[in-house]
């Protein structure tokens, strides 16, 4: 085990942001790339290997998907989308895509539904489709009415899942080994997607700075910078002290390689179980929702935090305010002592007292008008 004092100052303290190239390791040849699980040359030999109408055509929507850089999960989920519909119709004795019409995503939309998947994953697997089919009617393949109206898919809109203060203390004390540790504590006090800190290299951590520099966030591609709290940063110090060295991901399981998701999944459930957690239905992702609403809490600004969270929009960030509004929180208790106080009938006489004046004054005020009116 390799410690990292006699290299520290240039691998974690630089403070420079260090770029990087789009593919490390450029001396590999796009061939040797694209042949990799889940690039464009493992997924066109998946499809060379399929028996559905059009494949020429979906061949040429990848192609252009990978030349517009979209990345290897969104070729992925395309062709996966793809198949599944184009296998639907082939069933219903379809064998071009020409024959495609709008009926037939109503159907595979209904199909998919009583398949029983979720609302969410219906309508991430029609965007997907909807966004090939578009592809086909630009080339004159496939009739522009098929996609004349959106289909519309509600998708439940749940309150984020943030962890209650106890519970949040009852896993931190139960976590006893370092990497572990230190892994909790950055997702817990940065806002980090799982998948970002997966792939968190020691050139992005800056110690000295308190900071963690994400080249390209997980979801949307857009580059920030999280903060570490004092307890974050301690523990990640203690990690990079006692890691080793020659793996350049922070994170890494067995033979060195970069931690999975299952296999950070699995600590993660290991310490709730431990914690006597395990009923109470928390994520890892939780600790993103929990970090975000500890923050609100604190009195940061909706716009700040976005920028840290990573969000395209204000919008998605003011979601977290529904579990931290304490003015709606006041009003209601405010309003409901009134009523269990007995005192809510008067105050409703008041009002219909003010509403009756209102009214009268009003009517007077026309019937003005009207005299006026009068030739």
Not at 62 to 86: G, K, M, V, Y
Not at 170 to 196: F, H, Q
Not at 216 to 242: I, M, P, Q, T
């Amino acid at each position: 085990m390799t410690h990292l004092e006699d290299v520290m100052d240039f691998t974690i303290l630089e403070p420079e942001f260090q770029a990087r190239t789009c593919f490390e390791g450029s001396s590999a040849d796009d061939e040797t790339i694209q042949s990799k699980p889940g690039g464009l040359g493992h997924l066109l030999k998946k499809l060379s290997e399929k028996s559905i109408p059009g494949k020429d055509h979906i061949e040429e929507y990848l192609r252009d998907q990978h030349r517009r850089n979209c990345r290897p999960s969104t070729l992925r989920n395309s062709l996966n989308a793809i198949d599944t519909f184009l296998a639907f119709i082939k069933r219903s004795g379809k064998t071009h895509l020409e024959e495609i019409i709008r009926r037939d995503l109503l159907s595979f939309v209904e199909h998919e539904q009583d398949r029983g998947l979720k609302a969410s994953s219906v309508r991430t697997r029609l965007r997907s489709l909807n966004a090939f089919i578009r592809f086909a009617i630009e080339g004159g393949v496939v009739y522009s009415e098929v996609l004349a109206k959106r289909i519309i898919i509600k998708v439940p809109d749940p309150l984020p899942r943030a962890m209650e203060l106890d519970d949040e203390e009852k896993l931190l004390s139960v976590i006893d080994k370092i990497r572990d540790k230190a892994m909790i504590l950055v997702l817990l006090r940065t806002g980090m997607r799982i998948g970002e800190l997966l792939s968190t290299r020691l050139q992005d951590v800056h110690l000295k700075d308190r900071r963690i520099e994400i080249y390209e966030a997980y979801k949307n591609r857009v580059g920030r910078v999280v903060y570490l709290s004092d307890d974050a940063r301690d523990a990640l110090r203690s990690w990079l002290k006692e890691r080793d060295n020659a793996t350049e991901f922070v994170f890494y399981g067995y033979g060195n390689k970069p931690l999975s998701y299952p296999a950070a999944r699995m600590v993660f459930i290991k310490y709730l179980k431990k914690a006597g957690l395990s009923h109470k239905g928390y994520t890892l992702h939780c600790l993103r929702h929990t970090n975000a609403s500890e923050l609100l809490n604190a009195g940061m600004p909706l716009e700040c935090l976005k920028e840290l969270l990573g969000h395209s929009t204000v919008e998605m960030t003011r979601r977290y305010a529904k579990l931290t509004d304490r003015t709606r929180e006041r009003e209601y208790f405010k309003a409901m002592s009134i009523i269990e106080k007995g005192e809510s009938h008067g105050h409703y006489r008041i009002n219909l007292e003010l509403q009756e004046i209102h009214e009268e004054k009003k009517l007077l005020e026309t019937h003005s008008e009207e005299l006026h009116e009068q030739p």
